[in-house]
Nanobody
């Protein structure tokens, strides 16, 4: 079982910055991807950014140039640096960790409980 815990959310003014952290712990076999999703009230959960085990990254168009995802493999931790925040970035941010068993070719997805980010204008 893998436990995923996010931290770093809060209230910030438009144009401000926040840094989210997510740590995975437990019986971890091999982490493949680590990423951030978000869900605003009344909207579906959407991908914000994701990073793979080889360091490649993917961002939603809406956050490109403003958000940066990074990963510390030794600590099983992923970060999301959010700059130039806008009111539309307000949402609950969820960390996703994908563990992959390459022997069985099976992947498991684990989610954190979410952390609220509120951007006030």
């Amino acid at each position: 079982q893998v436990h995923v815990v996010e931290s770093g959310g809060g209230l910030v003014q438009t144009g401000g910055s926040l840094r989210l952290s997510c740590a995975a712990s437990g019986s971890i076999f091999s982490i493949n991807t680590m990423g951030w999703h978000r869900q605003a009230p009344g909207k579906q959960r959407e991908l914000v950014a994701i990073t793979t085990s080889d360091g490649s990254t993917t961002y939603a168009d809406s956050v490109k140039g403003r958000f940066t995802i990074s990963r510390d493999n030794a600590k099983n931790t992923v970060y999301l640096q959010m700059n130039s925040l806008k009111s539309e970035d307000t949402a609950v941010y969820y960390c996703n960790v994908q563990e992959k068993n390459y022997v069985l070719n099976v992947a498991y997805n684990y989610w954190g409980q979410g952390t609220q980010v509120t951007v006030s204008s």
